[in-house]
């Protein structure tokens, strides 16, 4: 009973408190949200059936993983180009312009017979969506107040998930019902690929709706300095330092100085603190999380419906989780915050590599796609603190690029594991992976800081 009770409270407490963030979204950061969430629909759609569809057409997994990092390497290539687009052209033309070209790419994709255009339309559906990956950040720093700042993060990241569960369950069960009414396999896959990129078309809509230059907010309280690491929205300078609270002096600390704030250069250390984690985590990524599905299918056995309603269940816990993440930073600010829910999913892959019990399996996955999803939101505000607003959108470029690389490398390099050796070994070096990078986070944002007021 009293679990029951603390649950319903919870979760009223989090409506009521996204109730409120909600209110003082800008107009424009409620239509990029309707953007993200139309996207989201059509990728997750697009993500489930795609290596599935390889497969179905006789694709090996080590072929498979080659074609997966096409969109990584695509990804990779564009990060820096795209940081220079999202500084000098405007978003209403730039946001539409994309969410078209990634429509056409997936498009392209679903289509094509010739290896040679599939791999050109996959690396060009990760060089576009680069655009979306790359503005995000810094489109909600400014278009957004230090007050419900954490809250656009944290919901944009759990929307990603949200739509993950439409997207997957509809991708799945479109497609074996397709099968059931009698459409051929290739073509139920392809006629799935194709829904998922009439989604990603249709955020065409609201992105031309945005228009920054017009934007006029009334703020209850003046936008943080960017660069500042606060949890109030008091300025890290120097006179100000000793008023603010202990969460702001141990975020504030990890940019170096307090003059960091103001300066318009990232030093070297800096950079290195912001990127080495995040490319050690796109290495473990890129090694299992592309293959998970055909991980249920190829152990387990598992029908794509059945996969799809796997992979829609960890995206509703993920949404869970992600809407959570800014109570849990206020809680123990949020550097702990990373290292926390980062470190508790290690242990959940390495039962993922040795399991053989598919409830076993399927509840490690859940709590597996909570903890480490539950980080990024927190991350990426974090990072994005930590720097002056002139290279907020160059260090978003530069920790994707860190993170797509990587993540293209591990993925082509995995499907030939997982092709000789099973998955065990590729869950096994993504558990090392994620450990190094918490240990660096560790040693880079919290050893030696005091802790949170209230932790």
């Not at 945005?210 to 300078?237: L, N, Q, V, Y």
């Not at 050690?280 to 999380?289: E, H, I, P």
Request: aromatic share 10%; net charge positive.
């Amino acid at each position: 009973m009293t679990s029951r009770y603390s649950i319903s409270g919870f979760a009223r407490s989090l409506f009521r408190e996204y109730s409120e963030a909600f209110t003082a979204f800008s107009r424009n950061a409620r239509l990029y949200l309707l953007g993200s969430f139309l996207l989201g629909i059509g990728a997750n759609q697009i993500s489930l059936l795609w290596n599935l569809y390889l497969k179905s057409i006789g694709y090996s997994p080590t072929i498979i993983g080659q074609t997966l990092s096409l969109k990584a390497l695509g990804s990779a290539v564009l990060a820096l180009p795209a940081a220079f687009f999202v500084a000098r052209i405007d978003s209403k033309r730039l946001l539409p312009s994309a969410a078209f070209l990634v429509a056409a790419a997936y498009v392209a994709q679903s289509l094509a017979l010739s290896v040679s255009v599939v791999s050109a339309a996959v690396f060009m559906s990760g060089a576009f969506s680069t655009v979306f990956q790359v503005s995000t950040g810094p489109f909600f720093m400014r278009n957004s107040g230090p007050r419900e700042r954490i809250h656009l993060f944290s919901l944009n990241a759990a929307l990603s998930m949200g739509t993950g569960l439409i997207g997957s369950l509809a991708g799945g069960f479109l497609k074996d019902g397709l099968v059931s009414a009698g459409v051929p396999e290739t073509w139920a896959y392809r006629i799935g690929l194709l829904a998922g990129a009439a989604f990603v078309l249709a955020a065409f809509i609201p992105f031309a709706k945005i228009d920054e230059r017009s934007a006029i907010r009334d703020m209850d309280t003046p936008a943080a300095p960017a660069g500042t690491a606060t949890e109030d929205a008091k300025p890290a300078s120097a006179d100000a330092g000793a008023a603010a609270s202990p969460a702001a002096r141990v975020e504030g600390a990890a940019a170096g100085t307090a003059s960091a704030a103001t300066a318009d250069r990232i030093g070297p250390a800096l950079w290195v603190k912001l990127i080495l984690p995040s490319f050690l985590v796109g290495l473990g990524a890129g090694l299992t999380v592309p293959y998970l599905n055909l991980y249920f299918k190829l152990v387990f056995n598992l029908g794509d419906g059945a996969i799809g309603a796997a992979v829609a269940a960890g995206q509703v816990a993920t949404f869970l989780g992600m809407a959570a993440s800014p109570l849990l930073a206020r809680k123990i600010g949020k550097a702990r915050s990373v290292f926390v829910t980062q470190g508790v999913s290690i242990p959940l892959i390495l039962v993922l590599a040795f399991v053989g019990s598919l409830p076993l399996a399927l509840a490690a996955y859940l709590a597996r796609q909570v903890f480490m999803n539950m980080s990024t939101p927190i991350s990426d505000n974090f990072a994005l603190e930590l720097v002056p607003q002139s290279r907020q959108g160059l260090v978003n470029a530069v920790k994707m690029l860190a993170w797509t690389g990587s993540w293209a490398i591990s993925a082509r390099i995995s499907g030939g594991l997982i092709d000789s050796r099973g998955f065990a070994p590729s869950f096994v070096l993504t558990a090392s992976c994620y450990a190094l990078s918490t240990l660096l986070f560790w040693l880079f944002f919290i050893r030696g800081k005091p802790r949170h007021a209230t932790a």
